[in-house]
């Protein structure tokens, strides 16, 4: 069964003080990638064809097996195929290394450094003096700490660029409805968001997901990042 790796927050106190509705119309980005953390259903798991598109969230969803982030794919943003396999997680819980990433590839249109947010990501998580170097997963709000604050290591011709700061977010701000959703996404007329999953061709390039059901995955503990790139 492929790995999961996203942590749910044991508060949510960053979606109180920085929700996105608090910024006016006018300044909330659009057309940007969302880091999505939600609960995963076993629905989820199994995409499928309906004409040409793949989809998830269709009826009964099943049973919770875990947390996991994944990237909604903005309009007018090309994820190449080439990253459909970089941005394969593989068999560790790394989903939010790995989703945040691909997110700030889609901006930047350069690869990144999926272990090193990772684990970044997890020494200030609030599980680190517990698990130090486990394989537990992290937030997306502890990945977005990092972004914002540290930046991130872009990958240039095979070599690894050192940690840079204009690489990162200048702030990241948290959406709590699917409406808004789909606005930072540049999509507000669609019933449905885009998926980009990272487990290399063992699942689709795109994947489509209602609206409704994304929707019932934000109420439930769901954490969706609206950020502003540097």
């Known amino acids: 069964m492929n790995s999961l790796g996203r942590r749910t927050p044991t508060d949510f106190v ?15 980005p659009t057309h940007v990638p969302v880091a999505l ?27 919770v097996r875990g947390g996991h982030c994944v990237v909604l794919k903005p309009a007018g943003l090309r994820d190449p195929v080439a990253w459909w396999d970089f941005y394969n997680q593989g068999r560790q819980g790394s989903c939010v290394g790995f989703s945040c990433s691909r997110m700030m590839s889609l901006l930047n249109r350069k690869r990144y450094d999926a272990w090193w947010l990772w684990n970044e990501a997890k020494l200030i998580d609030e599980w680190a003096d517990t698990n130090p170097g486990d394989d537990n997963g992290t937030s997306v709000r502890a990945a977005c700490d990092i972004l914002r604050t540290r930046g991130h290591r872009a990958l240039a011709r095979g070599k690894t660029a050192p940690e840079a700061a204009d690489e990162g977010i200048a702030a990241n701000r948290w959406a709590t409805s699917v409406d808004e959703v789909l606005a930072a996404l540049g999509t507000p ?11 290399g061709r063992d699942y689709p390039h795109y994947t ?20 502003t790139d540097k």
């Open 14 to 28: 960053h979606m109180d003080k920085y929700p996105l509705r608090a910024l006016p119309k006018k300044e909330q």
């Open 37 to 63: 953390g939600v609960a995963w259903y076993e629905n989820l798991d199994s995409p499928q064809k309906d004409g040409r598109s793949y989809w998830v969230g269709r009826g009964d969803l099943g049973q």
């Open 189 to 199: 007329e669609r019933d449905y968001v885009v998926l980009l999953n990272s487990w």
């Open 208 to 227: 489509r997901m209602p609206a409704e059901t994304l929707e019932r995955l934000l109420r439930e503990d769901g954490e969706a990042a609206i950020i």
